[in-house]
């Protein structure tokens, strides 16, 4: 499930997505979607006429090639959907393999016995030991293990999965590497993680999300509009041929209708509207993160609020040592080297922090300190200190008012500056660790909440979106503040419990927006169902993974603000493809329409009459001014697969700039580029003698 | 054209923005219940309505319930029409003893005035009596115009109501503007009518010999209380069979001015009215300038094809009233067509191929260039819709209006709405293409006979009601035909208006932020042109083509019809 390190277009998904769109011309299937269901319709009305002309002996090349285009049409409709799909079918395939003939161990009243894992139900207990693989999704209720889940995630490192807490959930088709661990099943069969995952890859669990019926309907509704335009077009034809007095001299032949019609509806965004679909679900795939829907992915795309955790996500996760402040009187180097002395046992990363920064600021080596003269003193709830006894000096860092008493009692003083210190650290929303050695206070260290690099500016760029972001956060207020200043959030949760987010969720969506959030404990389950978005932790538990409409194999919980990037590129395709294919209109009736009627009014002996002057592209003959329009109404279909796998360049702007973008781009050059289009066609076709 | 044509536009234009505003505040303070404080001695009026008719004005109303009020109360006045034009020979008022009204003629009329068209397939002064005019058509322009006035506010308040499950009550809605907007207003402006020279009379014709010594009847009747309201309502319907080109109806150069405004002043104060309602004045705004937009592009096109037509300013005097002349003539044209009025000065046939096709195309688009009363915006909203949802996709979010969200209903119903009256008009054209009854009733040659019939059915199921010219529309393929039309494109986009209106009341109104598309701004003013020049030309190819633009093409290879 690692993004594809191969091309996504070799060989064996082409061929296979050849012989799907051949296999879908099955009615069927061409139902599901009704532009390509008349285009085919209009083909074969076409192939009826074409044959029968070649009973006849009168089978034109205009004819045959129409047909052969029409056809092309819907071949190429169903080859972009074929081959959103293949990708998605060879991963599903490797997952498949995970799944293949597992037996499970059920402890029934204690006893095991060997059973096939699909015959599991809820709520079974079974039992996995080392080199086992997992059966079924469940939750451990005893034991401790490791388990290689690198089949779901592509993570080969080993994770640990315990009973109780937030890791005890278990997914089938992993391995369990060691010890044993019993799990109880939490799913129907085939109603698990992996059966899921499956259906959602091959598409073949993909239902239509809300936003692609509206968009259908709106597809049919201009089908039946283009429909009625063209079936009316004969009547109009006859009259005008009336009341000029030539009979005759307009080409209303079914042929030129149906050739007509399909270049009228919208094939384009018709038959790219799945692929589109496909490939966006496709690409969150990639990203590792499973979706259950595909609705959630257009959520994603509308969501105006992001509740993001604190810790991993706005921050590195630990506190960290960012400064030295010496006490009056004390060199900064000698409250450096004391502090990293009194740290280097420590394995904290709050420790390691500090030893890193008296390397990095000051040079002082860590000095390996043999253990015969060194004692050291690790850090215990009562004392709230840590430190190191060295030849006849203690040092102890902690918290300030454990320092202090610590001195006092040995008879030294504490620093008023020292105290003013602490103060100013915690007001900013940091945490002062106080050094001394001996009696004498040597100074502060200034450990704060890291934020991580680039996380300001990626906010930044959500707000110009119109997405606001929450820190939600454990810390008291006056920390959570200085925090949310420092990384650009838009506004912060302190002091956070799973019921205040929930809360929080439901007012922003009583206001009418949408919320995204992630979670992986079991208290997250319920704000995680609540949010229009929910992405789960795959390390969560189980519960947590159920609430969630996604779930991030890669546990990072930064990978939201790349979910709403995917939901966003993937409506902007739809609108994209769907602009184009109705603004390709204009010229395709600029080229039928003169070519239809140039005939009227025509004076004697001429072949064109005044309608003429609307062949703008000065297209050679009619024949080759319809072959056109339908040769181009074609290939751009092909021509756009990629743009429909790969989604429209997502920038992150204000809706007004991406509006005006991509309307330039896809409205105007919608417009234009079919001008230039059936011209170049019209040209090759006369030079190839084809029309 | 010289510097007095230009001024008299500039005027024109000058005048219309400038009541927008005062009118749409009105109308919009109106639709609220709240009438303004010169008109609080009306409130008896409003009160002693709702207690005649036993209504509670306050009852809200589902969309359903809302529908049904309006279809219920349609089909009343529709057949009250009908009634009196039935037995017009026995009830009073009726002093030519005009006899009844042949069936077809009847329901056509009767249809044609309760969905606002007033397309008239009968002449006014030689076939109805005093009251058949006064009490069915006049009435129900006040009424077909309120109940237009009523489905926007709807729809507006399904904008800004939020997880609401009512639209409002019906008879407030419409009682309300009756009697503190259209009665005043129209009671004023027949006053000035009067004062210019229209007739307002019970007396029987007057009989005359003219200086040729030839007998001449001269109609007279109660004009002017209805041409006021024919105009104000965006109903069209003239009192004399010559429309405002009657000299007793549009007597002077400024009654036309005044009518001519009259007729798309209401129409613009809807725009206003709508964005004080549903709480977007700017959107408004926006909505207003494309209109404006689309109505200065189309007379000026009109314009200059008008006065560079080959021959001599004579020629291009045909079918106008010189007493008005070009320039007045072609503005009167293309605000009747833009505004689905439909009372016209000139013969719209007589206009150069090009003025002709755009009188056409203005109609074609759907009567939401400022369009009828009420109905013009709401169809524009449906536009709107159209649009919002085609590049609304393109931002990144799935389409919103106003902080609603549009989805598969929504669209469906939209794209009912816009889809009906385009069918109505294709389809109601082919069939008179393809049978004698349609072809026959034509009364000209090449492309323009083609218009003729485009005209006629556009203007029908669009619910415009003016006639392209000598098409003969008494047969029963076009007074049946017709009537089905005109219900269609009437209640065709009412009721998916209403259900559109009653769905998104119920939806939650998402705030807007930087994410939000746009709706306010001149970039969502082109977009929203593009999407109406596209759906129409898109629909309308190849009919303007056969016709006006292939007129075009032979008269300047020197071919007329």
Redesign the interface.
């Known amino acids: 499930m690692k993004p594809a390190a191969t091309s996504n277009w070799n060989f064996a998904l082409l061929r296979r997505a050849t012989t799907d769109s051949f296999r879908k011309l099955d009615p069927r299937a061409l139902w599901a979607n009704p532009v390509i269901f008349a285009t085919a319709a209009g083909a074969a009305a076409v192939t009826v006429v074409a044959l029968n002309d070649l009973l006849h002996g009168h089978l034109s090349g205009f004819t045959l090639q129409i047909t052969l285009w029409l056809w092309f049409t819907v071949l190429f409709a169903n080859f972009a959907e074929a081959i959103a799909e293949g990708r998605g079918k060879a991963q599903a395939d490797a997952l498949k393999r995970a799944r293949a003939d597992t037996f499970a161990r059920l402890l029934k009243d204690g006893v095991e016995q060997r059973v096939a894992a699909p015959d599991l139900r809820k709520g079974d207990t079974v039992v996995c030991e080392a080199r086992d693989v997992v059966p079924a999704d469940g939750e451990v209720i005893e034991g401790i293990a490791s388990v290689d889940e690198s089949a779901i995630t592509g993570e080969s490192a080993p994770v640990v999965r315990e009973s109780g807490g937030d890791r005890s959930a278990v997914t089938g088709g992993t391995r369990v590497l060691s010890d044993r661990i019993v799990i109880r099943v939490t799913v129907e069969p085939g109603g698990g993680f992996l059966d899921r995952m499956i259906g959602l890859v091959e598409g073949a669990s993909r239902q239509r999300t809300p936003n692609e019926i509206a968009l259908g309907i709106l597809l049919v509704a201009m089908t039946l509009i283009f429909l009625a335009v063209v079936g009316t077009l004969p009547l109009f034809a006859h009259y005008s041929e009336t009341l000029a007095v030539q009979t005759g001299a307009v080409d209303v032949s079914l042929t030129v209708l149906v050739a007509l019609f399909v270049c009228l509806i919208p094939t384009t965004i018709g038959g790219l509207l799945s692929a589109i679909g496909i490939s966006g679900i496709d690409r969150l795939i990639r990203r590792n993160v499973i979706a259950t829907s595909g609705r959630a992915v257009e959520a994603a795309g509308d969501i105006d609020v992001l509740m993001l955790d604190k810790t991993g996500t706005i921050t590195l996760g630990n506190r960290q040592a960012t400064e030295f402040i010496p006490a009056p009187g004390i060199a900064n180097e000698r409250l450096a080297a004391a502090a990293q002395l009194a740290s280097l046992a420590d394995e904290t990363p709050e420790g390691r922090s500090i030893v890193v920064l008296a390397k990095e600021k000051f040079s002082i080596r860590e000095r390996v300190v043999a253990a015969p003269h060194a004692t050291f003193i690790p850090f215990a709830a009562q004392t709230r200190m840590s430190g190191v006894d060295l030849d006849g000096t203690s040092i102890r860092k902690g918290a300030a008012e454990s320092v202090r008493d610590w001195v006092v009692a040995q008879g030294g003083t504490y620093p008023t500056e020292v105290a003013a210190t602490v103060d100013r650290i915690g007001k900013a929303g940091g945490t002062p660790l106080v050094v001394a050695e001996g009696r004498e206070v040597l100074g502060v260290i200034y450990l704060k909440d890291v934020v991580k690099g680039g996380i300001k500016e990626r906010f930044a760029e959500l707000r110009r979106m119109g997405i606001r972001t929450v820190m939600i956060t454990g810390d008291n207020p006056l920390t959570a503040a200085a925090i949310a200043a420092e990384a650009g959030v838009d506004d912060f949760l302190a002091q956070a419990t799973p019921e205040m987010k929930l809360q929080r969720i439901r007012h922003e969506q009583a206001q009418g927006r949408l919320v995204a959030m992630t979670g992986d404990g079991t208290n997250d389950a319920p704000a995680l169902a609540q949010a229009d978005v929910g992405v789960a932790m795959n390390t969560g538990t189980q519960a947590a993974r159920e609430a969630g409409n996604m779930v991030d194999l890669d546990s990072n919980p930064t990978k939201l603000i790349e979910i709403v990037e995917i939901g966003k590129q993937l409506l902007m395709t739809r609108g994209a493809l769907t602009t184009f294919s109705i603004a390709n209109d204009v010229a395709k009736y600029f080229a039928i329409i003169p070519a239809m009627f140039a005939g009227l009014y025509a004076i004697n002996g001429g072949v064109t009459g005044p309608l003429g002057t609307l062949n703008l592209m000065a297209l050679h003959s009619p024949q080759s001014a319809i072959l056109s329009a339908v040769v181009f109404n074609a290939l751009i279909i092909i021509a756009l697969v990629p743009l429909a796998l790969r989604g429209v360049t997502y920038r992150a702007l204000p809706a007004a700039n991406l509006l005006r973008r991509n309307l330039l781009i896809y409205g105007v050059g919608g417009l234009v580029a079919p001008f230039i289009g059936i011209k170049a066609i019209d040209v090759a076709l006369v030079a190839l003698h084809l029309a | 054209m010289n510097v007095s044509d230009f001024t008299y536009l500039a005027l024109f234009v000058a005048v219309l923005v400038a009541v927008t505003a005062p009118l749409g505040r009105w109308l919009a303070a109106v639709l609220r219940g709240e009438p303004p404080i010169w008109l609080r001695w009306l409130i008896p009026v409003e009160r002693g309505l709702y207690r005649l008719a036993g209504i509670r004005p306050d009852e809200e109303m589902s969309w359903r319930h809302y529908t049904g009020a309006i279809l219920v109360f349609n089909l009343l006045g529709g057949v009250l029409i009908f009634v009196l034009q039935l037995f017009q020979a026995k009830l009073p008022l009726n002093p030519q003893n005009f006899s009844a009204v042949p069936l077809g003629i009847a329901v056509n009329t009767a249809v044609s005035f309760l969905t606002n068209t007033n397309w008239q397939a009968y002449s006014g002064e030689s076939s109805l009596s005093y009251l058949t005019q006064m009490a069915g058509l006049g009435v129900q322009n006040f009424l077909s115009a309120a109940t237009g006035l009523a489905v926007m506010a709807a729809l507006a308040r399904g904008l800004s109501r ?1 997880s609401a499950h009512s639209i409002g009550n019906f008879w407030a809605d419409l009682v309300r503007p009756t009697v503190y907007l259209l009665v005043p207003l129209s009671f004023g402006f027949a006053v000035v009518l009067v004062a210019q020279g229209v007739v307002m009379s019970f007396n029987p014709y007057v009989h005359a010999v003219t200086l040729a010594g030839t007998d001449q009847l001269i109609p007279l009747g109660p004009a002017a209380s209805q041409i006021a309201i024919k105009q104000l309502g965006t109903n069209g319907g003239g009192f004399f069979g010559l429309n405002s080109a009657h000299p007793f109806e549009n007597p002077t150069p400024l009654s036309n001015f005044l009518q001519a405004l009259a007729l798309l002043a209401l129409p613009a104060a809807c725009v206003y009215a709508y964005g004080l309602l549903a709480g977007a004045r700017r959107h408004a705004w926006v909505i207003y300038g494309v209109m404006l937009a689309f109505f200065l592009g189309a007379l000026g096109l009109s314009l200059w094809s008008e006065y560079s037509s080959p021959g001599s300013a004579a020629l291009a005097l045909e079918g106008k009233e010189v007493r008005f002349g070009i320039t007045p003539s072609v503005l009167w044209a293309n605000a009747t067509t833009v505004a689905s009025n439909g009372s016209v000065n000139a013969m719209h046939s007589s206009l150069s191929p090009l003025g002709g096709g755009i009188a056409l195309f203005n109609i074609l688009l759907g009567e939401i260039i400022f369009g009828g009363i009420g109905s013009g915006l709401y169809g524009m909203v449906m536009m709107i819709l ?1 649009a919002v ?11 919103e209006y106003l ?1 609603k969200k ?3 209903f ?3 119903l939209a ?2 709405a ?2 009906l009256p ?2 109505a008009v ?2 109601g ?3 008179s ?2 049978t004698e009854a349609g ?1 026959s009733a034509v009364g000209n ?3 323009h ?2 218009t003729e019939i485009v005209y006629a059915w556009a203007s029908m199921a669009n619910n415009n009601g003016s006639a392209f010219g000598s098409l003969t529309a008494t047969g029963d393929w076009y007074t049946w035909g017709g009537s089905v039309v005109m219900l269609l494109g009437r209640f065709g986009v009412i009721i998916p208006v209403l259900a559109i209106a009653g769905s998104l009341a119920a939806k ?4 807007p ?6 709706t306010d ?1 001149p ?1 969502f003013a ?2 929203l042109g ?1 999407v109406i020049i ?1 759906v129409a ?3 309308y ?3 303007l ?2 016709g006006p ?2 007129e075009h ?2 008269l ?2 020197g ?1 007329s019809f």
């Open positions: 939020k159209l949802f085609l590049a609304g996709l393109m931002v990144g979010r799935t389409p902080g549009i989805e598969a929504e669209i469906r794209a009912i816009v889809l385009c069918a294709l389809f054209c082919a069939i293409f393809a072809r040659a090449g492309p006979a083609l939650k109104t998402v705030p932020s930087s994410g939000t598309f746009p701004g970039l082109v977009l593009g596209i030309a898109l629909t190819f190849p009919a083509t056969l633009v292939l093409l032979l300047a290879a071919r």
